[in-house]
Each structure stands twice: as structure tokens, then as C-alpha cells.
């Protein structure tokens, strides 16, 4: 017992003196980026396991503005891997983060249980504060606005969760239904005044009107592939791209998949109406997708068959990283590279110049780096507890 308080004091000054090193470091930093890591699921081989007695889930901050980035906070919060992999967030002064509510494992049921909150994090508090507020229905992505005021959390009963963000007061303002069956991945327009949802089950992706804090369902629908998942948008306000997962990614598939292609589907947000124009062809399974801030490049994390068992002809140990180029309105591939074992999220850093990904099994971050078209592993890597699930930067 002594021993166990001992350690638990230690973790909390250590909590403390990362705290400390954030706000010291605020007004320099402009580059925040927050990692969801599940520890209680471990993927073996393709197969779902939940091994007894699992470390805590947690979120780690990551500081991005220096290479390779630094890690300045790991906070204990609830995560699951369940899901696409945008149910974090983090508000634009890196004050608040947003975590969605894990998919929990029943040992006693052998079944997943969900639960309909989203964990509010005061970055700030010594040692950090975790608080709930509940939404009614399970989250699926979350994403923030660049005034910090407004969030959005797209669930799995087709509805969206409009919360009012004041400070470190998070309330819920309003839930919007927009479709009968899942949602996934969310992302606003540079600009604030629309969001894109991306309709999992029903296919395509909605379009939003966002003024004033009021959340409307425009009616607009965009083309997609199967099942749509995450979203990006550019920081220059022209493009968003879309990953869509294919039939793996739809409810209770009951078919054998072997690894087929997938797609990703570029949007024209520049003006209105948005419109799809391009469906790019990319390996099975492209969990996480983004576009650098310069709208330059797209990042595609395809797993592209190393989800599958052993026993299935599409299996691969590593997915890949792809890159392509916005050319003339066109996306087009120029590198790629390989990846991690069924890995997750994906994001560019401010300055374009770097990828991060998720490398689940692997339980780490792995960095990638992006020059004029080339894509090189870096060979940095870090280390976590548990294997990165959900990824987001500061709203751009």
C-alpha cells in the first residue's frame, strides 16, 4: 500500500511539473496536437483481443512545433479504438481537450458496451481534470472550431451534439438529427460557417450551416465512396478530403474481405454549393486522411490488409503511407511508404513539412517526413501504453 502511494505521488508531480513546462511554453508553441490511446484493446495478428488487467487509457499532448515533437502531458482518460479515429480534440489555445467516450469490453459478456459521454480535459489544472458531460448517444468523431467556442460530435444514432464552449464551461447547446444510422468523421471549413459529417451507414457525406453558434442540417449531400469515415479541410480554405473504408467499414458485413482497394474523395469547398470531385483509389482500409495546412498535399494511413489474419490471401504485416499532390484540382499520387500494423490516424504538422501516424499494434507514434513530394520514415518514433486510437491538431 505504501508503495502504491508512493507511486501515485510521483505520477501526480510528474503530472504537475508537465503542466508547468506547458504553460511555460504557451506563448512560444503554436503547433498542439493530442493522441487518444486505448490500452485495454490489443489487435493480434487480426484478431480483437482484451487482455486482463490492462494498463489506463490515455491522452498524450504532444508539442509539434519542434522536431521531433515533444511529449508534454499524458493524462488518464477513457479511449476506445472503436470507431474512426477523430474522437479527440483540442481547443486552439490548448486549454481544453475534447475525448469521446470508449467502446468498453464486458469480460463477463464477451461483448463491447458503449457509453454516451464526451470527457471534458482542463489541460491547465495541476494535476489535469477530467469531467463528463453527458450527450445521449455513444461519439464517434469530435471536432473544434478556430474560435474555440463551438464543438461538434457526430454519433452513432445519426445525430450531432452541438456543445457551446465559454472558458473551461462546456455545456450542450443542442443535438441535430441528420440521418438513421452512424455517423463517423467531422471537420469544419476554414472559415466556420459550415462543417462536413460523414454519413458511415447511409453513405455520402452533409453538409452544415454553422452562424452564430446555431447548427443547421443544409439539406446539401455530397458523393462519397462506401462508407464514408474522416474528414480533413485545408487551412486555405479550398479543399477537404474524405476517406471512405469500403465494406469493411459498414455494420455487421457479413462477407469475406480480402484486402480490395478503397477510395478517397476530394472536395471542392471553395465556394458553394461544395461538390465532389474526384474519387482517388488507394488500398484497402484508409482508416486516417489529411491535408497538409498549405493545401498542398494529401496524407492517406491505408492498412491496407494488415488488419486481415494470417490465413486470408490479402493479409500484409504493415499498411502504408501515401502522399499525393493537389494539382490543378487533381489529386495525384507521388510517394508512398510503408506503414505500421492496422494503423490509425494521420496528421500533418503546421508547418506541412511532417506526417504523424498512429501505429496501433506497435502502440507508438510514428513521423514522416514530407519534401517537395518525397515521403521518408524518419525512423523517430514514441513510445506509448497504449495503442494510438484518435488523433487531431489544434483547429487550423
Not at 490511446?37 to 494498463?55: L, W
Not at 472503436?82 to 475525448?99: E, M
Request: charged share 20%; net charge neutral.
Amino acid at each position: 500500500m505504501l508503495d502504491s502511494l508512493a507511486n501515485r505521488s510521483r505520477r501526480v508531480r510528474a503530472l504537475a511539473g508537465l503542466t508547468m513546462a506547458l504553460a511555460a511554453c504557451a506563448a512560444q508553441a503554436s503547433d498542439w496536437i493530442v493522441s487518444g490511446n486505448d490500452a485495454k484493446y490489443q489487435r493480434v495478428e487480426g484478431r480483437d483481443t482484451y487482455p486482463d488487467n490492462p494498463a489506463a487509457d490515455t491522452l498524450t499532448l504532444l508539442d509539434a512545433s519542434v522536431f521531433p515533437p515533444r511529449v508534454r502531458m499524458q493524462v488518464e482518460v477513457e479511449n476506445g479504438i472503436q470507431g474512426p479515429p477523430q474522437a479527440v480534440a483540442i481547443t486552439p489555445d490548448a486549454k481544453l481537450a475534447l475525448v469521446g467516450a470508449p467502446t468498453r469490453y464486458d469480460y463477463a459478456a464477451k461483448k463491447l458496451l458503449m457509453d454516451s459521454f464526451v470527457q471534458i480535459v482542463d489541460l491547465q489544472a495541476t494535476p489535469p481534470a477530467v469531467t463528463r458531460l453527458d450527450i445521449g448517444s455513444h461519439p464517434q468523431g469530435i471536432a473544434i472550431d478556430r474560435s474555440g467556442t463551438l464543438a461538434l460530435v457526430p454519433c452513432v444514432d445519426g445525430s450531432v451534439a452541438v456543445l457551446g464552449i465559454d472558458g473551461k464551461r462546456v455545456t450542450l447547446l443542442d443535438t441535430l438529427k441528420i440521418a438513421q444510422k452512424r455517423l463517423a468523421g467531422v471537420s469544419f471549413t476554414h472559415d466556420g460557417a459550415h462543417a462536413l459529417v460523414a454519413l458511415r451507414d447511409e453513405q455520402g457525406v452533409a453538409v452544415l450551416d454553422v452562424a452564430n453558434d446555431h447548427v443547421t442540417d443544409s439539406g446539401t449531400r455530397l458523393s462519397s465512396g462506401v462508407a464514408p469515415y474522416t474528414i480533413d479541410v485545408s487551412s486555405d480554405g479550398k479543399w477537404a478530403v474524405v476517406s471512405d473504408v469500403g465494406l469493411a467499414g459498414l455494420p455487421g458485413y457479413p462477407g469475406k474481405l480480402a484486402g480490395d482497394a478503397d477510395t478517397v474523395t476530394l472536395i471542392d469547398v471553395s465556394r458553394t454549393p461544395f461538390r465532389a470531385v474526384q474519387h482517388v483509389s488507394v488500398p484497402s482500409l484508409p482508416e486516417g486522411v489529411a491535408i497538409s495546412p498549405d493545401g498542398k498535399w494529401i496524407g492517406v494511413q491505408a492498412m491496407d490488409g494488415s488488419n486481415l489474419t494470417p490465413d486470408n490471401p490479402g493479409r500484409h504485416a504493415r499498411g502504408k503511407v501515401l502522399l499525393f499532390a493537389i494539382r490543378d484540382g487533381q489529386a495525384v499520387k507521388v510517394a508512398e511508404a510503408p506503414g505500421g500494423e492496422a494503423a490509425q490516424g494521420i496528421v500533418f504538422t503546421a508547418d506541412s513539412k511532417h506526417l504523424i501516424v498512429q501505429f496501433n499494434v506497435e502502440k507508438q507514434l510514428a513521423f514522416y517526413a514530407v519534401n517537395g513530394g518525397h515521403l521518408r520514415d524518419t525512423g523517430q518514433r514514441i513510445s506509448l501504453t497504449g495503442g494510438p486510437s484518435s488523433l487531431r491538431t489544434t483547429p487550423r
